[in-house]
C-alpha cells in the first residue's frame, strides 16, 4: 500500500506539534496541482521563513521524480548555478517514510538530481543520491526553525522567481495557497495570490480564543 498522503498529513501533524513546543506557529500548506512547476507538495512556514517539500510513500518512490518533465530542466540548471544551488540546498526538501516507517527527508537535488535516478545520456554531476544530507524529522523541524534548513521571505521569494520561470517555465512567479480562519466559527478559507500576502496574513493573524 503505498501512503504518500498519510506521510505528508501525518508529518504536517509533527510539524506544527513540534513548533509549539517551541514557541512557533507552524503551518503546513498544500500546493495542489502547482507541484508540476514547484517540484514539492508542501509549503511549510513558522510565519517567518519557508521551505518546499515533496513526499514520498518511501524511497522507492523518489526515482518517479523522472517521470516529471521539468524535474530534469531543474537539475541542469542547479549543476549551472551555485547562487541558486544554495538557496535550493536551504529550502526545498524531499521526504518519505523508510523501512521502519519513520519519515525522513533530505535536499531535493541530493535525492534526485543524480545518474541512478536519470539513467541514460544526461550527464549529470552525481552519481548517486547525498545519503550524507538525511535527517530524521526531529532533526529536519528543529533545523527549519533555527534557519538552518529554511529561507526568510526575500530569498525564499528569489528561489522561487528561479524556481518557477526559468526552472519550470510556468508563467508564474510565486505561489498561491489557502489557509483557515482562525477567527470565523465556519471552516472558512482565505486565498492567498502571493507568498508576500501569505506572510503579511500570518504575521498579522492573532487567533483569539473563542467559548463553544
Known amino acids: ?27 503546513a500548506f498544500p500546493l495542489n496541482g502547482q507541484d508540476r512547476d514547484a517540484g514539492a507538495d508542501f509549503l511549510l512556514s513558522q510565519t517567518t521563513t519557508f521551505a518546499l517539500v515533496e513526499f514520498k510513500s518511501d524511497e522507492t518512490d523518489i526515482k ?14 542547479l ?12 529550502t526545498h526538501f524531499v521526504g518519505w517514510a ?10 531535493y537535488r541530493h535525492e ?3 545518474r541512478l535516478i536519470f539513467t541514460g545520456d544526461y550527464q549529470l554531476q552525481a552519481m548517486g543520491p547525498g545519503s550524507a544530507s538525511r535527517k530524521n524529522s526531529y532533526d529536519f523541524v528543529t533545523e527549519f526553525l533555527n534557519g538552518r534548513l529554511s529561507l526568510p521571505l526575500e530569498a525564499f521569494e528569489a528561489y522561487l522567481v528561479w ?10 512567479s510565486s505561489l498561491s495557497v489557502a489557509a483557515r480562519d482562525p477567527h470565523s466559527k465556519e471552516c472558512m478559507l482565505t486565498r492567498f495570490s502571493t507568498i508576500r500576502e501569505l506572510y503579511d ?10 467559548l463553544p
Open 112 to 114: 534526485v538530481c543524480n
Open 79 to 90: 549543476e549551472l548555478n551555485p547562487q541558486m544551488q544554495a538557496l535550493h540546498d536551504i
Open 163 to 172: 524556481l518557477l520561470e526559468d526552472a519550470s517555465s510556468s508563467g508564474q
Open 1 to 27: 500500500m503505498k501512503i504518500e498522503t498519510t506521510v505528508a498529513f501525518e508529518f504536517s501533524n509533527y510539524f506544527k506539534d513540534v513548533a509549539s513546543e517551541f514557541g512557533y506557529k507552524g503551518y
Open 64 to 77: 518517479k521524480e523522472k517521470i516529471k518533465p521539468k524535474r530534469l530542466q531543474l537539475c541542469r540548471l
Open 201 to 210: 496574513w500570518m504575521n498579522e493573524k492573532k487567533p483569539s480564543l473563542r
Open 98 to 107: 523508510n523501512a521502519k516507517s519513520a519519515i525522513h527527508f533530505n535536499i
